[in-house]
């Protein structure tokens, strides 16, 4: 009971979801954590929504959740995330438009942080992509360890004294005198140059961290967008992971 899967950037691709639970289940993990940006891009938002709530997953929003669960302009947005949201507003249930708005911005996770973009304003969704982004977070993070997710690229932060550190190993021993901000990447688009699944295991008991890669069927999401009115550039994406 003591493993903890979390994950992140799901963005509607239920083939890369269930990758990662069956790889997860199989390290004997139960619990499970989702950092939101369940929805956008990928073709089964519908099914991504049932299977969090199938699993009993503790979630939070992601800016792509709360753009698919109002009715808001989307005319700031690039044309992929534009028009992909238009075409899962159409497609979400009431109720499962009610579910993606009432998720928290941020929420505990024991005696950690889960947050989708940053703990500083979360419902600005700022990027965190290096380490000078992480020290600024990490300034007003107040637990051992932040999750979060957004710039869909794994990375670990740790905080000595006031030396903000990245961590570059896949599996880390955390510290108790050093605090952590976790990247846990992304499930659905991948921006790494790596097209698996991306999610990290963490064992509360053991006091470690894994990232974990996980292959699935990608080339039936390929095949799912490009036979649906979503923009074949999102099938691109996928491939190149970038
Ligand atoms: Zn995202």
Known sequence: MSKTAIF????GNLK???AVIADAKREGVQN????GDVVGYGPDPIECIATLQEIDCVCVKGNHDDDASNN???DNLNDEARISL?????RLSASQKEWLATLPYQRRLGRNMLVHSSPDNPEKWNYVRNRFDAAASMQVQNTPLCFLGHTHVPAAYCKEGVNVMAVKEPFIHLQADQRY????GSVGQPRDGIPEASYVMFDRLERTLTFSRVAYDLHAVVNAIKSSELPAVLAQRLISAA
């Open 8 to 11: 992140s950037d799901i963005h």
């Open 16 to 18: 890369a979801l269930e």
């Open 86 to 90: 238009e075409w899962t507003r159409k």
């Open 32 to 35: 499970f954590a989702c950092l």
């Open 181 to 184: 901000l976790v990247n846990v």
């Open 72 to 74: 808001r302009s989307l």
